[in-house]
């Protein structure tokens, strides 16, 4: 259940599939994680400020506000500098990594955008989404320790 | 080239030709000689030469004329002129009408000489051009060709991509429902088992729309056309489908214009099409928000007879018998509904395989699939502006019904 001061953490799921939304909220939900769900990066946006999660399960491939513009956003603001994210998503790792180092060249994103913190490739398992979340939330204690995206190709 | 080493000679003055043309014969030119205009023409059309060397005056066509006539004839034959002393005017003319070069008399080897060589560049340059514009007319095909190749080959990789996209999100929602199951039952919590369930439910039935349109996407085209009624199958369509209109509230009315002829057709694979368009169409009304709260969702399907020319009137089947059949007529399938309509970004790829605007709803086959039926008979889907909201899709299918028994 969604309780107060005894969880482990807040979390908030943003995807636009309903069913993976109710999924992932129920994996972190049962295991004693807060959560709230959004249905793209817009959304998504709103309900950090409200929500306050320490951690965004987050799609990647969504109408109106994709993923990335959601994760540059979400980084370039301060007041989430402790934000961790999870990319949920059926874009390989690898793509996506690519992908990011293009747009970081480019000047896309912003300059040194930081990408995610973790990456869990669909469809999700619960265990390896679990797995994911902790692994982040527990080296997030120390600031900016979690990983860069850095192309894997020079 | 031998060719190039040969040329005509005009000239009325007797003296002047004579003597030309031993200078030239001499210089290695196979010449042939002309004492008039019209003699030359008659030469030229007997074999013709590369270089023409015309005097201007002379008595009956002119060198003037002479040269509108070869280039008429042979834009590619070069003419040198012959001019008389002050002659300029005559000579600057001849330039105008494409002449290679003239030279004054009283005539100089050298002059000559220039003037043929000039003539000889300009022919050798225009084949060169020619060449040039024949490879690149080569080269563009070409590229096309390989322009071409490479689209297919990103339409086969948007497939994949979209494939692969329809596949997580299913596996996905198979691995949540079983969590949300498990879940369910070893907490003993109805909510996740009612979730975990309906996800079930739901992503099985995709698995089976996807793994179906699938196969009959895989599947090729066969049909097998027969002389029916054309509104025959939007009869079905419309009887299939009016339980489920009924049942959410919707409308869905059926127009036939009367007397149409028998149309050449596959009627069960045109079924296939109008079931998905007005099962779509019903799908837009309810992404509207229509249904049996709010009243007014409207499907309407409408089978015409259409003519291609102009000069037939539309309503020209209307008389009701099959003999004006074998006439170019088309018939056109209209469904038109007041739904959700289809978003400007998305309409570039409805007919792409794995597009779809209804989200996980959709297997994005279904629009890909009715497309191939319709050419398959050589017809045509369009999306049709709707007035106001809504969706209009249209078929249209040559009737070419021809008796071959008759």
């Known amino acids: ?154 | 080239m031998p060719e190039a080493r040969s040329l005509l000679l005009v000239d009325d003055e007797d003296g002047i030709r004579r003597m030309l043309a031993l200078t030239l014969a001499d210089v290695g030119w196979e010449v042939r000689t002309a004492r008039s205009a019209e003699e030359a023409l008659a030469l030229y059309r007997e074999r013709p030469a590369p270089v023409v060397i015309t005097d201007i005056k002379m008595p009956g066509m002119d060198g003037l004329e002479l040269l509108k006539a070869l280039k008429v004839q042979d834009p590619e034959c070069e003419v040198v002129l012959i001019t008389g002393h002050g002659d300029m005017d005559l000579a600057i003319q001849g330039i105008k009408l494409d002449a290679a070069d003239f030279v004054t008399k009283p005539i100089r080897d050298d002059a000559l000489a220039i003037a043929l060589s000039r003539a000889l560049e300009r022919r050798a340059m225009r084949q060169a051009i020619r060449q040039h514009t024949q490879h690149l007319e080569q080269l563009v095909a070409q590229k096309t060709r390989e322009l071409l190749a490479a689209e297919r080959l990103a339409a086969v990789g948007q497939t994949v991509a979209g494939l692969s996209h329809a596949i997580k999100n299913m596996a996905s929602g198979l691995e949540g429902s079983l969590f949300l199951l498990r879940q369910g039952l070893d907490a003993d919590r109805k909510a996740y088992l009612e979730q975990g369930w309906e996800m079930l439910e739901a992503n099985v039935r995709k698995l089976k729309t996807l793994s179906l349109d699938m196969l009959r996407f895989a599947k090729p085209e066969e049909l097998a056309p027969a002389p029916v009624d054309p509104a025959l199958p939007a009869r079905q369509v419309v009887a299939l489908l009016a339980p489920k209109a009924a049942a959410e509230g919707l409308e869905l009315t059926l127009d036939v214009q009367p007397g149409l002829p028998l149309a050449q057709l596959d009627a069960e694979a045109l079924h296939r099409c109008l079931l998905n368009l007005v099962g779509n169409a019903l799908d837009a009304c309810a992404g509207a928000g229509y249904g049996t709260a709010k009243p007014g969702g409207r499907v309407a399907v409408r089978v015409e007879a259409q003519t291609p020319e102009p000069g037939m009137a539309p309503d020209g089947a209307a008389g009701g018998t099959a003999g004006g059949a074998a006439g170019g007529w088309c018939v056109r399938y209209r469904v038109a509904d007041n739904g959700c309509g289809i978003p400007d970004s998305a309409r570039g790829q409805l007919f792409t395989a794995f597009f779809s605007t209804k989200g996980a709803e959709g297997s994005g086959l279904g629009l890909m699939t009715t497309k191939k039926t319709v050419e398959a008979h050589g017809g045509s889907i369009a999306l049709r502006d709707a007035q106001g909201t809504g969706t209009v899709f249209e078929i249209i299918i040559p009737a070419k019904y021809e008796n071959k028994l008759l």
Do not use: C, W
């Open chain 1, 1 to 154: 259940m969604a309780g107060g001061a005894g969880t482990l953490g807040r979390v908030l799921v943003v995807d636009d599939e309903m069913h993976l939304r109710l999924f992932i909220k129920a994996v972190f939900e049962s295991a004693g994680y807060e959560t709230a769900t959004a249905r793209d990066g817009e959304e998504g946006l709103a309900k950090l400020k409200e929500f306050r999660p320490g951690l965004v399960s987050l799609d990647l491939m969504m109408p109106n506000q994709g993923g990335i513009r959601f994760l540059s956003t979400l980084r370039a603001d301060p007041e989430f500098a402790e934000t961790r994210v999870l990319v949920v998503s059926g874009v390989e790792d690898e793509t996506f990594r690519h992908s990011l180092a293009l747009l970081q060249a480019a000047g896309v994103a912003g300059g040194a955008l930081r990408g995610p913190d973790g990456y869990v490739e669909k469809p999700p398992t619960a265990e390896a989404l679990l797995r994911e979340a902790k692994r982040i939330l527990e080296s997030g204690a120390e600031t900016g320790r979690a990983p860069n995206v850095e192309p894997k190709e020079a």
